[in-house]
């Protein structure tokens, strides 16, 4: 295809989507981060398979003008971190739900609805929202998350001041076969604060999310999530983060089933002394595609991140990984680490990666890995001639295989929440 036919495609599909959806009205500041938005999207059309960083993932169901239809699922489970103290904030499908949610209030938080706040001609959010995923949109388009900017109908708005006394917990619900969910959520910590933010449930048929956060100097952010279980969901999620001196984040996603889901993560590192590791395990049967797709840009000095990526992929599963570490002239000092792997319990699966070094400073240490394989079978052999049965020993070499991706969630309980949900997965599959 001629690259002006390719252009007019891509024109052609953008304006498609966007004659189905209806800008929120707003005040001032949400009114002009949206039309920024709609122009950055016009201008970068949405994704299409020719191009470089969608030629593993089809886009079209993500674009269509329709969601895809998606059958309702009960795992007749109790919903992952049930058991933690928090503050639940609920939305069904895409729509926040008061009843199910607790009072929006947290010493040391200020919380606030994307619809309500960006009524108002003034607030925080307007230098974060829209703003960090305008800068993740260089060098690699991410259209998807400018059509959120521009068309999300609600969202969380989180400012924290101090340390948040316990986690704030979203919870998303999916009810409807033929929900098109769009939320964006902004988190901006304040110097030497230090929040945790907990995500699970499948959203929607179909689900665009973005969040962005800003860590500011000394401030900590542990993000964990858990996708939701449901069969025939889809979901392009974004993360952009932009980091200060001396902060931390930390971000672990598990996801099980789904017909689709690509998440991206778009860090950067602006101050010196930083830390930022990002960390995701998922595990497919049939007809699951999963598509991490990372990039971490480092510009400043003394500055660790690591990426670790685990997948475990059964009968047809596709697991996809795109990871990328630039290194920017006077980034010295840099460590950075990358490892993505994927285990095949059958002939059937794949796993298709791309890792990528792109390093513009002489004084750092960078890695990058990648590995496709089966079952170790003297491993296998070893644990059975030791009385262990074939599907005990398979199930503690898979949960081995993830444990390096596991590890990277510091609080010991949330961490053996989800070996909890990983081990149910095994169990079930078995079964």
């Known amino acids: 295809m001629a690259r002006a036919d390719l252009k007019k495609e891509k024109h052609e599909a953008t304006e498609a989507r966007i004659s189905t959806l209806n800008m929120p009205q707003g005040g001032t500041w949400a009114s002009m981060a949206r039309n920024e938005a709609l122009s950055r999207l016009r201008g970068m059309g949405l994704p299409a398979r020719r191009d470089e960083y969608w030629k593993y993932t089809r886009p079209d169901t993500l674009i269509q003008q329709d969601a895809p239809a998606a059958a309702l699922f009960d795992s007749l489970e109790p919903a992952v971190f049930d058991s933690v103290d928090r503050l639940k904030i609920v939305f069904v499908d895409g729509v926040f739900d008061a009843a199910a949610s607790d009072d ?7 919380i606030d609805r994307l619809e309500t706040a960006a ?7 307007k230098d974060v929202y829209g703003r960090l995923e305008a800068r993740g949109q260089t060098p690699v388009a991410r259209p998807l998350a400018a059509l ?10 989180i400012r924290v001041t101090g340390k948040a006394a316990k986690p704030i917990s979203l919870i998303y619900t999916h009810k ?3 929900s098109d969910a769009i939320l964006h959520h902004v988190i901006k910590l304040e110097k030497g604060a230090e929040l945790t933010v907990l995500e699970n449930g499948p959203a929607a048929s179909r689900f665009n999310k973005v969040m962005e956060v800003e860590v500011a100097d000394g401030a900590k952010f542990h993000h964990i999530r858990a996708q939701g279980r449901d069969h025939e969901r889809r979901a392009a999620t974004h993360l952009f983060t932009r980091l200060g001196s001396e902060s931390l984040f930390k971000s672990f996603t598990l996801t099980v089933n789904g017909a689709l889901t690509r998440n991206e993560a778009v860090i950067e590192f602006s101050g010196d002394n930083a ?17 991490d797709t990372v990039f971490i840009t480092h510009d400043a000095v003394n500055c660790e991140s690591r990426q ?17 570490i630039l290194v920017k002239e006077g980034a010295q000092k840099t460590d950075g680490y990358q490892i993505s792997q994927a285990l095949l319990l059958d002939d059937d699966s794949q796993f298709l990666a791309k890792p990528e070094l792109e390093i513009y400073a002489d004084d750092v240490a960078c890695s990058h890995g990648s590995t496709t394989g089966a079952i170790d079978q003297d491993a296998l052999y070893y644990l059975r001639s030791r009385g262990v049965t074939k599907k005990e020993a398979t199930d503690l070499l898979v949960l081995s295989f993830m444990a390096e991706a ?5 609080d010991e309980s949330l961490r053996e929440e989800i070996v909890t949900r990983l081990t149910g997965w095994l169990e079930r599959r078995s079964g």
């Open 148 to 157: 959120n900017s521009a068309y999300a109908t609600d969202g969380i708005l």
């Open 119 to 125: 009524a108002a001609d003034i607030h925080w959010a």
């Open 275 to 291: 830390v930022a590791h990002i960390a995701g395990a998922a595990m497919g049967d049939g007809a699951f595609h999963h598509d």
């Open 406 to 410: 596991v590890e990277e969630i510091e």
């Open 308 to 324: 670790v990526y685990k997948k475990v992929l059964r009968n047809g599963a596709v697991g996809v990984f795109q990871g990328k």
């Open 176 to 178: 409807s076969e033929a």
């Open 104 to 110: 929006l209030s947290l010493s040391g938080v200020e």
